[in-house]
């Protein structure tokens, strides 16, 4: 079968560092349009901690509900600069995650986690500092006896992930940049950014979008009436 | 037809001013008590940041899923003082909503924003401190190319929003108080709060609800048995 | 009928108080793994303000949707360490809980409240810091009609609680310890702190948890492929 | 204060009978279409059997969670062909209604009942062909304490309804028409529905809607390409 | 530790049998108002066929997300007349049964099941009609990893479950009615439905509950009033 | 960027016509297994009637909220024997789709539409036969204003479409086989099927899966323990 359960792939490509060096000066919503408004998980990932954020490499694993057991196998995966991105094979909450194995994915290197399920010890990693974006916060523990499989394609809370995709998070959410659109996304993040400086000033100084972005006539044409 | 699709209604009579500045004064919990118990959004609806708060008389807008040019053009409308209530006419948790929009609000005077939907840039709109209510947090880009429509009577997460009605949100979450009725729910609330600095302290001593609002009667006619 | 509605247990009993105090000293996560991982309510419910936390006594309520009157006969049952309980016959997030309960209970030595349900007077109740753990946020008032029963076994948020059982909740959840199961629950939470302090260390040394586990051989039994 | 809690509305005025038969002819997607796609009860209102529909003028009722004695009240006001509407003042899912309602409502001459709340006898609702769209199944019973209102403007599943507007439900959901607009909504939506016999026979003889719409030159003009 | 994970308790016991059978005259909704509007399962619980229904004696399961290993060991606990409750450690829609489980557990003479979790080959399970009340349809298999336990107390969507205990189905849920009260319950269900017959032939010859149940009275006590 | 927005790929690599053949002969739940339990979308996916089924090659489309301009787009890329499979680029529950595009689409030849959003005109689409699988049921109207794309690789319901592959759905749900493992899918769901048959006489005689699976070994090695 094509699908590869129980597997680790020790080998991926992860996207160019200067790209993603460029790419962690954006935020999830910069990042997002510059590529198209595609990528970007469900809105149920939340930060564990206010002002949480992250820019790394994805490694991938994927899980099956109630059993972290591969959680260990891809800390030894991890190079520094990552961001583990957890999927499950169906929809759990369970605490796949806490403090130990946060302690063990920071002294590998990792950035954070990106989890579509449940963390627990949110104290211990909130004081650590260390970020995670996942669905839910539950103590619940989790068994270790089924195989999933590391560094596979994943599909994490609605976006498709490839290891060493970047993985951009902050409080707007988390999006996936491919690893070859790294450079162009970065580039045209960069644009963005600039071109919106100007136009935050004229906001700021009462222009109204309707002038600024010349939408009088658009909205007249299309029908737009105004009654007193 | 009798609704009013494409049209933006520029003379809305407000929430005459002294009342709504006693309005001000309190919280949601007890405006929502002191007006009978009704006028309040549902319970999704909440600050991004805590501590959020606000009050002020509304500007309605009617979005489409995944679209905000109205966005652009109430923000002609809006007058010192004036809150923004943005609903859709589907449920969309797509970020209609952001730092550049802000801004623009800010400038015309706006006192924060109600939205039936998602919003983005939490961390500007944080540090601008601009208080926004909203169902959800999405870097969710949107289009523009539909006509809503500007000032016409709305329902924004269940409750029902005409023009010019005072807008009163804190953490416990979206109030609406109708222009015509401001003046007796400011009263009402003033009332209430003075009636209740009394029964605080009283409780505080350790007087019990029981007693105090002389319950055991009651209780004891309904059947309460104690066992030991 | 053996249900009890319309009744108020006077005499329970509680946890034994040197028990109680050991378990006081972990986090939600370790008790329910030392439990065996059982007596977690759902992850719906959240603490109404980052960092509360509370271990206690159970005293339980049963409310009917949209009416709060047993909150006041559970009043007079609250010994100082106890936590109020409270259960509902029905889905509902009402706000059946504000500042003036607040100030009641802990007026009565109250440790806090764990709601299924909702709660309102937010703001209030972080700056008594009162800690609450409910499903809903909700200004929504309630009235005082229909008789519930008072340290009835309840189940709260899936979760059964008999009065008396041990209430421990932090930023990971709720757990229920059954007052028999206090002490052997507290020593084992002890000994799994204490081995968990020893594996931290190393974890954070860059020994990975598949050698420290000594997983290693498992997951190759279980078929577990490396490819490059 | 404006709002009417505790009042019974007993003279309303009812959509135009003849706009009312045309309406019924019509289903609730076209009819939705026909008013430019405003009306629509939020998609969680479901018929509690395959096939039920109805059509109607409204007589409205605001109900308390867990409480349906208002259920009563409404009962006396409803003429024949009229269709109850349920509001609840915050989310309940409770049983409000049921076959000796459902007995009651018949012999008064009601063509169905639309609740934002939770039904039971779903089985002998269904053998008498009583019609119900509602938000949930439950079986638990309700109390009889609190006073709602009959008659006033109620908000029903994000739906705004004056008493006296057009009620049309079908498999596709619930639509509410104004009673001022019923002759202008029935005349458009016959419009409509002859417009469409013509388009579905085109299309099943396989022509392409980018043709019969003539959407190629649009589709180009916003930049759509074709790659091999 | 008094929890008890991984035991099978043999000898249960059963309601008794005459009771049982009384009880099975009846729907959900009436023996749920005989026993005081309590025992009933959470509203998501629906059967995977519309006219569903069980009656009899629970054997329960506690299983663990994604593993329905246990399954098989209740199998053989199952005696004529039984009803398997399912409850899940944590929240899971996985399908731990199918048309296999459901040959074996109708060979062992079980009157259905039901699962605070998800269910599959509902098409063969339809054909077989074998009932079946569930939190949701899934074709998602489980693993037979992790040891639950077989007859100890269970709490299924939100019910407390003892083994023993008569559980009734029908399209208006499930509700569960303790060993101990099946006696109390069955005579209490058959006085109210006797009482409902004589009701639904005046409501249905076009008396109002209003003058019926003599509520006129007390909405004036209240405080209701009748406009025009 | 390396997504493509605003293209249509009009040659894919359908699944091979045989295996295709072979597939449609097994449920979804004996795919998904001799799957290896992966390629299943979310359970919230559901027949629009009972019984709906099919079995086909995807084409693919991706949507924007509120806009169905891209299914005229898709149509003409439909031959014989494929399903229409839609995604949306965020969560939205509108109808997309109704009895006319379901004229033209099966005019085209398909085979049905799975659609993670919402669809109208049920009762025509049942009357039709034309199988859909959809998250919802919804009267309301999209426009047609924005472009999405063709035959991209798309995430629907969680599960990753590639043109061509293989889409299969019934009662259980919605599973995706990819192009090139149809033919190894099909022999497996064959075998499990030949190896289902001889289980289930066996159990239906009585015997138990304990025994016949051979469990009780290992049942005891994990420490299962039976009391009376």
């Given at each position: 079968?094509?699908?590869?359960?129980?597997?680790?792939?020790?080998?991926i490509?992860?996207?160019?560092k200067?790209?993603?060096?460029?790419?962690?000066?954006?935020?999830?919503?910069?990042?997002?349009?510059?590529?198209?408004?595609?990528g970007?998980?469900?809105?149920y990932?939340?930060?564990?901690?206010?002002?949480?954020?992250?820019?790394?490499?994805?490694?991938?694993?994927?899980?099956?509900?109630?059993d972290?057991?591969m959680?260990?196998?891809?800390a030894?995966?991890?190079?520094?600069?990552?961001?583990?991105?957890a999927?499950?094979?169906?929809?759990?909450?369970?605490?796949?995650?806490?403090?130990?194995l946060?302690?063990s994915?920071?002294?590998r290197?990792?950035?954070?986690?990106?989890?579509?399920?449940?963390?627990?010890?949110?104290?211990?990693?909130?004081?650590?500092?260390?970020?995670?974006?996942?669905?839910?916060?539950?103590?619940?523990?989790?068994?270790?006896?089924?195989?999933?499989?590391?560094n596979?394609?994943?599909?994490?809370?609605?976006?498709?992930?490839n290891p060493?995709?970047?993985i951009i998070?902050?409080?707007d959410?988390?999006?996936v940049?491919?690893?070859?659109?790294?450079?162009?996304?970065?580039?045209?993040?960069e644009?963005r950014?600039?071109?919106?400086a100007?136009?935050?000033?004229?906001?700021?100084?009462?222009?109204?979008g309707?002038?600024?972005?010349?939408?009088?006539?658009?909205?007249?044409?299309?029908?737009l009436?105004?009654?007193?």
């Amino acid at each position: 079968m094509s699908y590869q359960i129980g597997v680790v792939k020790r080998n991926i490509v992860r996207a160019e560092k200067s790209a993603l060096e460029k790419l962690s000066r954006f935020g999830v919503a910069t990042v997002h349009e510059a590529m198209g408004r595609v990528g970007l998980m469900q809105t149920y990932m939340r930060p564990i901690y206010p002002g949480a954020h992250l820019c790394g490499t994805a490694v991938t694993v994927l899980l099956h509900p109630g059993d972290n057991w591969m959680m260990h196998v891809v800390a030894e995966q991890i190079q520094p600069g990552d961001v583990v991105v957890a999927a499950v094979t169906s929809q759990c909450t369970d605490g796949f995650f806490g403090d130990l194995l946060a302690t063990s994915f920071k002294a590998r290197g990792a950035k954070g986690l990106v989890i579509d399920g449940g963390v627990r010890d949110v104290k211990d990693l909130t004081a650590m500092q260390f970020p995670v974006f996942s669905k839910a916060v539950s103590a619940k523990g989790t068994i270790k006896a089924t195989l999933g499989s590391v560094n596979i394609p994943v599909i994490c809370a609605g976006a498709l992930v490839n290891p060493g995709d970047v993985i951009i998070a902050d409080d707007d959410g988390v999006v996936v940049v491919p690893a070859a659109a790294a450079r162009e996304a970065a580039d045209a993040a960069e644009a963005r950014e600039n071109n919106e400086a100007d136009k935050r000033s004229k906001l700021a100084a009462g222009v109204l979008g309707l002038d600024m972005y010349k939408m009088r006539e658009g909205l007249e044409r299309a029908g737009l009436k105004y009654l007193d």
